[in-house]
């Protein structure tokens, strides 16, 4: 039972170091069209095609990706710091 939580582990941490950089990738494109557009979060997610709001959901929600997204959201926000 131990070897199934060891490769379960493993399977998590490869699966976090991969989805980080994709996650980083797309806050700041988000974070980008912000300012270009000077629209708030909800705006940007009206204004996307059927296919855009889908992809959104299944990179922003899906359970296997809060802890890269939470990771890459930690990174964006040092790296932007203001002040």
Partial sequence: MTVFYIVLAIILVLYTGIMVPLQYA??????????????????????????????????????WNWLPAIIATWIYKWRHKTG
């Fill in 26 to 63: 797309y806050i700041s494109s988000m974070n980008e069209q912000k300012k270009q557009t000077g629209k708030n979060h909800n705006e940007l997610f009206d204004d996307m095609s059927f296919e855009e709001q889908q992809l959104h959901y299944n990179l922003q929600s899906s359970w």
